[in-house]
């Protein structure tokens, strides 16, 4: 259909492209902080384990509202059916995450780190909290609601010559981790469960898919500078809210990466302007929110007797096939909607999460997918339905309840398109497109908690925390810049928990710009993926490390060699240094060492010749040494006592 939006690949529009479209995107950043207790409980925070001591089955029912309405959230995970199973361990779960104990005091450190983070947003601290529920209604939180408290409003961070501005940021408790959805089971982990985060929320301030990207990772490095957060997978999750003009906010929940917003974002602008398309063509055939028509059949009779049939082997097992015919929806199913999507995939999307008929494919139409039946079943089913030239008829199988389910809900989605963009929360999926999550929450999902008293914020405790908080990333930037640093660090360094420390032994102990910020960013990283807990490095440990080197008093291999024998081996540090200070004792025995290089060297084959085997010498003593001994004194002994041995072999 001409009509129909051509969907453009990501990458090809430019920002004017997408400013003249009325793109508009926000941010609801997650950031875990690094306490070592919940927020309204005093179980430990940041020990995970897949382990678990005890299962807990609950289900989720809708309750009317002071107002005598229903949430239609709840109304549609109501309708799945779901069994919501959480696994958990006495060690990080108490009964106050099971709903079952009221709420502690809320952790006086989580609100401090709190304050700070505000405070770097330039945001206007509030003078008292008061913690609010947020419903979460698809059962990762067992209270079916998110104790929240804001502690700062209307800030901004300045961003290519303005400033985007932050609506709000409050302080909040984690949900739980989800570990399997399948049918109607949905199995979550409550080791997360009551981790204290902070939220922050932008406001709709970007204009393009890759101003998003940045942005976050702006805010990301900011939180970061404090050295108060946790890092790590899972540690920062963001929110996405994306419109265009003529549509409506979508929320793209959970993106796990930023790197993965701008494709993320481009595909959910497609598909609101393709959305809206297809609502113009409708109205254009005449088929609006009022004259929409459409007919639900059972069939599971009628679709038995082809080659492929999954819905004759679905009748098989018990299941029904439900046929719906869609009054004037021909071509509407096949119009592109993503760059690896159509109509139809709206369709299947709430078939999938609704009626928990998640086995792909699990809707077939006489569109876009008419080869997977036989040309007389589809003539049957017209037939059945009294399907018109204009109509597409989409059929649906399962169990009985589920497939009666899904068609009703074939029938809700395209009776949405009459209407336009619908408000949804939706999935980043792993291609860049995005999937049908669940209905966007209404605006009463919040409400007073009634089980613990408001908290004061006394503006000498915001007076104190201020005078805490780290320089802005962007100046600390400029300075490593002037300092020589190299440019792959400077971002890095600048927002890191070792930024004060690399000043320190930069500007007090002479440590060389470079060597101090590659050791704190590349060294440090590279620890961290071999799994060592670089975040119980104490800092002061790693400046009195440096301040050893800055004096002389060890080589620039002794000071990494003590901070990977102290993560790897867990050996006192203090200890460490001692040894590395007597160097004098060590080299001493450096001819017994040579000794004992030699006779492993002995018993080896080295077939790429003298070039192997020094390499092996020096790798055997820089580990027996622990860098005492600078690299290239090495080198020259294990030319002037190995390679003459290596060449005579």
């Known amino acids: 259909m001409p009509t129909i939006t051509n969907v453009r690949p990501f990458g090809s529009l430019t920002d004017d492209d997408y400013r003249a479209m009325g793109f508009r995107g926000g941010l609801e950043i997650h950031q875990q902080l690094l306490t070592t207790s919940k927020l309204f409980c005093r179980c430990p925070a940041g020990i995970y384990s897949y382990d678990y001591d005890a299962e807990i089955l609950r289900h989720m029912r809708p309750t009317l509202s002071e107002m005598g309405e229903y949430d239609g959230t709840a109304l549609m995970e109501f309708k799945t059916r779901k069994n919501i199973i959480y696994r958990t361990k006495q060690e990080t779960c108490c009964t106050y995450e099971m709903d079952d104990t009221p709420p502690f005091d809320m952790d006086e450190e989580s609100i401090d780190i709190g304050l700070k983070i505000a405070l770097l947003l330039n945001c206007n601290i509030v003078s008292e909290m008061h913690i609010i529920r947020k419903q979460y209604l698809d059962g990762s939180i067992p209270t079916g609601f998110q104790r929240t408290a804001i502690v700062g409003v209307e800030g901004y961070v300045p961003f290519r010559g303005r400033r985007i501005g932050i609506k709000q940021l409050a302080v909040e408790e984690d949900s739980c981790r989800e570990v399997g959805d399948e049918g109607h089971y949905r199995i979550y982990l409550t080791d997360r469960l009551g981790m204290p985060l902070v939220e922050t929320v932008t406001h709709p301030d970007m204009e393009t898919p890759a101003e998003i990207a940045e942005v976050g990772q702006l805010l990301r490095r900011l939180t970061r500078s404090t050295g108060l957060v946790r890092t790590g997978i899972g540690a920062a999750r963001e929110d996405v809210n994306v419109s265009v003009a003529g549509g409506t906010r979508a929320e793209i929940k959970g993106v796990p990466r930023l790197k993965a917003i701008p494709r993320l974002v481009h595909n959910e602008a497609m598909r609101q302007r393709a959305l809206l398309d297809i609502h113009a063509e409708l109205k254009r055939r005449g088929i609006t929110e009022s004259s929409f028509r459409a007919v639900v059949v059972d069939v599971s009779a009628a679709a038995t007797g082809d080659r492929q049939n999954l819905p004759a082997a679905a009748a098989k097992e018990g299941g029904h096939a439900y046929a719906v015919a869609l009054r004037g929806f021909r071509g509407i199913l096949g119009a592109r909607t993503q760059e690896t999507k159509s109509f139809v995939d709206e369709i299947s999307d709430r078939v999938r ?109 915001v007076a104190a925390l201020a005078s805490e908080l780290p320089e802005p990333i962007w100046t600390r930037e400029g300075r490593y810049r002037e300092w020589g640093v190299p440019e792959d660090c400077v971002a890095p360094l600048a927002a890191s928990r070792w930024a004060e420390t690399f000043e320190k032994v930069v500007e007090e102990h002479g440590v060389e710009p470079k060597f101090a910020a590659t050791t704190l960013t590349h060294k440090m990283k590279g620890w961290r993926r071999r799994g060592w807990a670089v975040d119980d490095l104490a800092p002061s440990d790693v400046e009195r490390t440096f301040s050893l080197y800055g004096r002389g008093k060890i080589s620039r291999e002794a000071l990494t060699a003590a901070l990977e024998a102290y993560l790897s081996h867990g050996a006192p540090l203090r200890s460490i240094l001692n040894d590395l200070t007597h160097r004098g004792k060590v080299t001493a025995r450096l001819p017994e060492i040579a000794k004992k290089v030699e006779r492993k060297i002995k018993v080896r084959r080295f077939p790429n010749g003298p070039a192997a085997m020094k390499r092996y010498a020096m790798g055997e003593l820089m580990a027996e040494l622990r860098g005492l001994v600078p690299g290239a004194e090495l080198a020259e002994i294990v030319t002037e006592k190995f390679l003459p041995k290596a060449k005579e072999r």
């Open 353 to 461: 999460v609704v009626a928990c008929l998640d086995r792909l494919p699990n809707v077939f139409d006489d569109e876009t997918s008419s080869r997977q039946l036989g040309d007389e079943t589809w003539r049957r089913l017209r037939r059945k339905l009294k399907a018109r030239d204009r109509d597409v008829v989409v059929l649906v199988w399962g169990p009985a309840e589920d497939a009666r389910l899904g068609a009703d809900e074939i029938v809700l989605r395209a009776h949405e398109a009459t209407i336009g963009v619908p408000s949804e929360t939706r999935q980043a999926l792993a291609d860049g497109t995005t999937g049908f999550e669940r209905i966007l929450p209404g605006p009463d999902r919040m409400y007073p908690d009634t089980d613990r008293p408001p908290i004061k914020i006394p503006e000498e405790r």
